[in-house]
C-alpha cells in the first residue's frame, strides 16, 4: 500500500539523516524539531485565522509610526472633547459641587439638588420612550421602597450577628427564587449587586471547583458569542479563556453542534441564555444540559434580563421549552430582581443546584490577623437596605402581580413583533422569546432608523455584528397608545428612509458602524474608554465653585 512504502520511506530517509551524528546532535535536533513544530501548530490552529491575526498585527504596527500614532491621538482628544461638550450639555444649568461646603446644607435644599440631578436628561422613559432601563413606574411602589430602605439603610449581612434579620430576608429571597426557577430542598444560591457580579460569582465557583474536582489548571468557558458581556469581564478578571460559539444564521441562537466541538479538557462550564441581550432569543437549553451531562460539565444559564418572566410565561399562557432545574444538567442560574423583578437597582441572585457549588463561589481567608474573614459574594459590606428592598417587591406583587404584568408584557412584544414583520425594509432577528425584539435591514443602514427615531425621543439598543437596533419592551410600554406610537413612528421614520435608502448615518451612530470595520479593536477600546471618561466629567474649579454652594 502507498502509506506502507511512504511510512519506510520516511524512515530510510531519518535514519541516513542521523546517520554519523553524535548523541547529543541527535538530541539536540530531535527537540528543536518538536518544539518548533508545537510552536508552529499553536499559532497556525487558533480560534482566529491567519488572515484576522495578520490584519490586526498590521494595523498595530501601522500605529507605531509617528504620523499614524499622531494622527489617531488626535482623532481620540478630538473625540474626548466631544463626549465632554455633551456631558457638559446633558448637565444643562444644574451647578457642579467640587468641594464640600463650609456649612451643611438643609435638607430640604439636598432633597432639590438631587431631584434636579434625577431630572436632567431627554428622553421620556417614564411614559415609555426607552428601551429596557426602567422596568415599572410605579409610585405606590415607589414609596414602599422609600419607606423600606430608609428603615433599612444602616444594616448590613456582613455582621449576621449584629443584623440577623436582614440574612433571613436574603435567605426568603433567594429561596423564593428556587422554588420559581424549581429547584429542590438542596438548591441555594446568595443575592448580588447586578447581573454582572452574579454571572462573574458563577463564573469564579466553576473555576475554582474545576480546579479542585478535576486539577484543570488554564480554565475555558464556552459560551454563545450572544452571551452578555459579563463573561468576557469575567474572563479578564479571573484568568479564564473564553471560547466563543457561533449562533445558528436564520434563528440566532446557539449552534449545539459549535458549542460541543468547542469543549475541551480545560471546559469549566458551558453557557446558555433565556434570552441574550442582543436578539432576545432564547438558546436551546435543553441540548445544552445533555452537553453538560455527556461530558461532566457544569450548566450556567444566564437568564438575568428575562428570568422573571420565563418562570411565569407557562402559567400566564405562554409555552416554552425547558430552561431550569428540571433539565438535570443545568446546575446554576443568574436572574435579576431589579429587571422584571422590579426591585431598586442594584439586585440580582445567583442560584445553583446544591450547595456543593455556591461553596465555591465564597472567599475565605484562615489566617488574617483580623480573624476568620468569610464572604459570599465580590462585597464584603452589602446593602441591607436592597435586600430588605428587594424582598418587600417581591412581597407587593405576589405570584398574581408578576403574572399579570408578565401576560401583558408578552402580549404587547407579540403586538410589536407581528406589526413589525408588515413593515417594508426591515426583518426581525429570530424570533423573539420574551420581551426584545431586534430589527435588521438589507435595503439601508439600520442606524438611519434609529437616528430617525432618537430624533421623535425614542432610545434604543444598538446593536454590531451584524447592525441592529433593539426595543425591550417593559410594564411601561403596556400602558395604552405606547405600543401604537411606536409602530406609527416605525413606519414613518421607514416611509422617509425607503424614498432615499443610500442616506449615510450621521452622528455618533457613525462613528459606532465604523468602529466595526476597524481590525485594531484597541482603538475602538480608546474610543470607549473616553466615552466612559465622559461619565466623570467636571468643568474647572472655579467654574463649578463659583455656581455651587457656599
Known amino acids: 500500500m502507498w502509506y506502507v512504502h511512504g511510512a519506510n520511506t520516511l524512515k530510510e530517509f531519518i535514519n541516513n539523516y542521523f546517520q554519523g551524528k553524535e548523541p547529543w546532535q541527535i538530541v539536540t535536533i530531535t527537540s528543536t524539531t518538536v518544539l518548533t513544530t ?5 499559532f497556525v490552529f487558533q480560534e ?25 491621538n488626535k482623532e481620540l482628544r478630538d473625540i474626548d472633547s466631544t463626549f465632554a461638550k455633551e456631558a457638559l450639555e446633558r448637565m444643562k444649568t444644574v451647578p457642579f459641587i467640587l468641594r464640600l461646603p463650609n456649612d451643611g446644607l438643609e435638607s430640604s435644599e439636598i432633597v432639590e439638588r438631587v431631584k ?10 417614564e411614559n415609555g420612550k426607552v428601551s429596557g432601563a426602567v422596568y415599572r413606574v410605579d409610585t405606590t411602589l ?31 429571597v433567594v429561596k423564593i427564587a428556587c422554588n420559581l426557577f424549581h429547584g429542590d430542598e438542596d438548591s441555594c444560591g446568595t443575592m448580588s449587586t447586578g447581573g454582572t457580579e452574579s454571572i462573574l460569582l458563577a463564573c469564579k465557583a466553576y473555576r475554582d471547583y474545576a480546579r479542585e474536582a478535576k486539577g484543570i489548571k488554564k480554565p475555558e468557558m464556552v459560551i454563545p458569542v450572544t452571551a452578555h458581556s459579563a463573561f468576557d469581564k469575567a474572563a479578564q478578571y479571573l484568568k479564564i479563556k473564553l471560547r466563543l460559539v457561533p449562533v445558528n ?19 469549566i462550564m458551558l453557557v446558555g441564555s433565556t434570552p441574550n441581550f442582543p436578539y432576545g432569543t432564547m438558546d436551546n437549553i435543553e441540548a445544552i444540559s445533555e452537553l453538560g451531562l455527556k461530558y461532566n460539565i457544569p450548566v450556567h444559564v444566564d437568564a438575568c434580563l428575562g428570568g422573571f418572566l420565563i418562570c411565569f410565561m407557562p402559567d400566564a399562557g405562554f409555552n416554552l421549552p425547558p430552561f431550569d432545574f428540571k433539565l438535570r444538567g443545568v446546575t446554576s442560574i443568574s436572574a435579576d430582581t431589579h429587571k422584571y423583578g422590579y426591585a431598586p437597582k442594584g439586585s440580582s441572585i445567583i442560584l445553583y443546584r446544591s450547595k456543593k457549588y455556591r461553596h465555591h463561589q465564597y472567599t475565605i481567608s484562615t489566617d488574617w490577623p483580623g480573624g476568620i474573614y468569610g464572604s459570599p459574594t465580590i462585597n464584603g459590606s452589602r446593602a441591607g437596605g436592597i435586600i430588605a428592598s428587594c424582598w418587600a417587591t417581591l412581597m407587593y406583587f405576589g405570584y398574581g402581580g408578576y403574572l399579570d404584568a408578565t401576560k401583558k408584557i408578552i402580549e404587547t412584544t407579540k403586538y410589536i413583533e407581528q406589526k413589525l414583520r408588515t413593515l417594508d425594509g426591515i426583518f426581525i432577528f429570530g424570533t ?32 454590531q455584528f451584524p447592525s441592529g437596533i433593539h426595543l425591550c419592551v417593559t410594564y411601561i410600554h403596556t400602558q395604552p397608545g405606547v405600543a401604537d406610537q411606536f409602530l406609527e413612528d416605525v413606519e414613518t421614520e421607514l416611509n422617509i428612509i425607503m424614498n432615499n435608502p443610500q442616506t449615510p448615518v450621521e452622528g455618533k451612530l457613525a462613528i459606532y458602524g465604523m468602529s466595526q470595520s476597524i481590525p485594531d479593536r484597541s482603538i475602538v477600546s480608546d474610543f470607549t474608554k473616553c466615552f466612559i471618561d465622559s461619565m466623570y466629567y467636571t468643568p474647572e474649579d472655579e467654574k463649578a465653585i463659583s455656581n455651587g454652594p457656599q
Not at 48 to 72: C, M, W, Y
Not at 116 to 125: F, P, Q, R
Not at 249 to 267: F, L, Q, R, W
Open 48 to 72: 482566529e485565522s491567519l488572515v484576522e491575526r495578520g490584519k490586526k498585527q498590521f494595523f498595530t504596527l501601522l500605529n507605531h509610526i509617528p504620523a499614524i500614532r499622531d494622527r489617531v
Open 142 to 172: 415607589l414609596q414602599l421602597m422609600g419607606n423600606i430602605y430608609g428603615i433599612a439603610s444602616y444594616t448590613n449581612p456582613l455582621h449576621p450577628d449584629v443584623f440577623p434579620g436582614i440574612c433571613k430576608l436574603e435567605a426568603e
Open 38 to 42: 508545537v510552536w508552529l501548530w499553536n
Open 249 to 267: 444564521p436564520h434563528t440566532y441562537t446557539v449552534s449545539i453542534k459549535a458549542m460541543e466541538k468547542a469543549i475541551s479538557g480545560n471546559t
Open 432 to 463: 423573539p422569546a420574551t420581551s426584545v425584539i431586534a430589527l435588521g435591514s438589507n435595503d439601508f443602514h439600520i442606524y438611519t432608523l434609529s437616528e430617525g427615531l432618537n430624533a421623535k425621543g425614542w432610545n434604543l439598543n444598538t446593536l
Open 116 to 125: 434636579e440631578c434625577v431630572e436632567l436628561g431627554d428622553y421620556d422613559w
